[in-house]
């Protein structure tokens, strides 16, 4: 019987099957299908590539069954910080972006990180909302009725598209990874998404991190004719459409929105079978979609008691389906106090000192979160500059750093 919540594959099953790998599927651990019919063995991602501390038993992360290239123990082991390079502020164009990316690069920050939107409502908070939201691990901030849609976007009509941001980072780093937090899959055809991503993937030398959300602003979908009633199943099938055009084999795909004729991409992804692909969300259909089709559960803005609940719910879904369980990534929207020069402005961030940073962070390592994303203090370059400072502060102080 079909549970409640969970998307069907609208594919014709006979030929809706990923080859299984050469070195064969563990034992209890049955490899996944996906409405695509190919030829070839998938090869191991690169997420995580954290080594193991030895303190407790590592937590697989594949989606095809097979062992991951490193360990990532369930506590106490290593954790990436990234930070956000703010599409959303009209001060941040070229120069800006080049010097945010140059510093952040080389305070040896593990990542940067892009989001996506497209139009903004101009009502209220509520407006940046599809009804009825799934939260399950609710977060207060976005009950706070004093915000309005303009000062949620940024109060600025400013937002870079995180594709061409990514390219253009891609070009003026060398070695920090590009996420992003998150791309809204449903908004853009799913071929052209995976050629984008896997050119930069090309270019970038393999350090694409793939974050993707469902979307929860119905001006939006308006604007771009996509029910958002639909939002989910498309994102589900996006995901497979993307992973498997990523591959570079030829392939065929039935969907309910995607049909494809036997085509040959003429992309390859670095990163094989395709870069990490982060599922953004805080309900439970999130944290299945994550274990259905991703490789790691990206929450935001998630205290680490909730996110010990959201593991728990995570392992028990995997365990569920006989497949390893992906990891955790965390996506935080901070501000490190600064005693120099305080901040008394309005704002949806948490102010905290260097220290008490620095034991979220360990907090947040014990419970297993490998990689975490922080949304700092932007409204000037000189502002977000410091911040990376102070930020750098408690991630030395935390002893956390992966590397």
């Given at each position: 019987m079909?549970r409640?919540?969970r998307s069907?594959?609208?594919a014709?099953?006979?030929?809706?099957r990923?080859?299984?790998p050469a070195?064969?599927?563990?034992?209890?651990r049955?490899?996944?299908?996906?409405?695509?019919?190919?030829?070839?063995p998938?090869?191991?991602?690169?997420w995580p590539?954290?080594?193991?501390?030895?303190?407790s038993?590592?937590?697989?992360?594949?989606?095809?069954g097979r062992?991951?290239?490193?360990?990532?123990?369930?506590?106490?082991?290593?954790?990436?910080v990234g930070t956000?390079?703010?599409?959303?502020?009209s001060?941040?164009?070229?120069?800006?972006?080049?010097?945010?990316?140059?510093?952040?690069?080389?305070?040896?920050?593990?990542?940067l990180?892009v989001?996506?939107h497209?139009?903004?409502?101009?009502?209220?908070?509520?407006d940046?909302?599809?009804?009825?939201v799934r939260?399950?691990?609710?977060?207060?901030?976005?009950?706070?009725?004093?915000?309005?849609?303009?000062?949620?976007?940024?109060?600025?009509?400013w937002?870079?598209?995180?594709?061409m941001?990514?390219?253009f980072?891609?070009g003026?780093?060398?070695?920090?990874?590009l996420g992003s937090s998150?791309?809204?899959?449903?908004y853009?055809d799913?071929?052209?998404?995976?050629k984008?991503?896997?050119?930069l993937d090309?270019l970038?030398?393999?350090?694409?991190?793939?974050?993707?959300g469902?979307g929860?602003?119905e001006a939006e979908f308006?604007?771009?004719?996509?029910?958002?009633?639909?939002?989910g199943l498309?994102?589900d099938e996006?995901?497979?459409?993307?992973r498997q055009?990523?591959?570079?084999?030829?392939?065929d795909?039935?969907?309910?929105?995607?049909?494809?004729p036997?085509?040959?991409?003429l992309i390859?992804?670095p990163?094989?079978p395709?870069?990490?692909?982060l599922v953004?969300?805080?309900?439970?259909?999130?944290?299945?979609?994550?274990?259905?089709?991703?490789?790691?559960?990206?929450?935001?803005?998630?205290?680490?008691?909730?996110?010990r609940t959201?593991?728990?719910?995570?392992e028990e879904q995997?365990?569920?389906?006989g497949?390893p369980?992906?990891?955790?990534?965390?996506?935080l929207i901070?501000?490190?106090?600064?005693?120099?020069?305080p901040?008394?402005?309005?704002?949806?961030?948490?102010?905290l000192?260097?220290?008490?940073?620095a034991?979220?962070?360990?907090?947040?390592?014990d419970?297993?979160?490998?990689?975490?994303t922080?949304?700092l203090?932007?409204p000037?370059?000189?502002?977000?500059?410091?911040?990376?400072?102070l930020l750098?502060e408690a991630?030395?102080k935390s002893?956390?750093?992966a590397?």
């Open positions: 079909r409640p919540g069907r594959c609208r014709s099953h006979s030929r809706c990923i080859p299984r070195s064969g599927t563990p034992s209890g049955p490899a996944p299908t996906a409405c695509v019919s190919s030829s070839g998938g090869s191991v991602t690169k590539r954290w080594r193991s501390t030895g303190r038993r590592p937590m697989t992360c594949r989606r095809d062992e991951p290239q490193f360990f990532l123990e369930k506590s106490g082991g290593a954790v990436k956000w390079i703010p599409c959303y502020r001060w941040v164009r070229g120069d800006e972006v080049l010097r945010l990316a140059t510093t952040a690069e080389n305070l040896a920050f593990d990542s990180w989001q996506d497209l139009v903004a409502p101009v009502g209220g908070l509520e940046t909302r599809v009804e009825p939260q399950w691990l609710d977060i207060e901030e976005y009950g706070n009725k004093e915000f309005t849609a303009v000062e949620y976007y940024g109060e600025e009509n937002w870079l598209d995180p594709y941001l990514w390219g980072l891609a003026s780093t060398t070695k920090i990874e998150v791309i809204v899959l449903p853009r799913p071929v052209v998404q995976a984008m991503l896997g050119t090309v970038s030398k393999g350090r694409m991190l793939f974050g993707i469902v929860h602003v308006n604007a771009i004719g996509v029910s958002p009633a639909q939002r498309r994102t996006y995901i497979r459409v993307i055009m990523l591959r570079g084999e030829e392939f795909f039935a969907g309910r929105f995607t049909q494809l036997t085509i040959r991409p390859k992804s990163q094989q395709s870069p990490p692909v953004g969300g805080n309900s439970r259909r999130a944290v299945r979609r994550a274990v259905e089709l991703g490789d790691v559960w990206l929450p935001a803005r998630l205290e680490p008691e909730q996110v959201g593991r728990r719910y995570l995997a365990a569920e389906q497949v369980c992906p990891g955790i990534a965390v996506s901070w501000g490190i106090s600064d005693p120099k020069a901040y008394t402005g309005k704002s949806l961030r948490k102010f000192s260097v220290e008490n940073a034991e979220l962070l360990n907090e947040y390592a419970l297993g979160v490998q990689h975490v922080i949304d203090p932007n000037s370059e000189r502002i977000l500059m410091r911040q990376l400072e750098t991630v030395v002893g956390v750093r590397n």
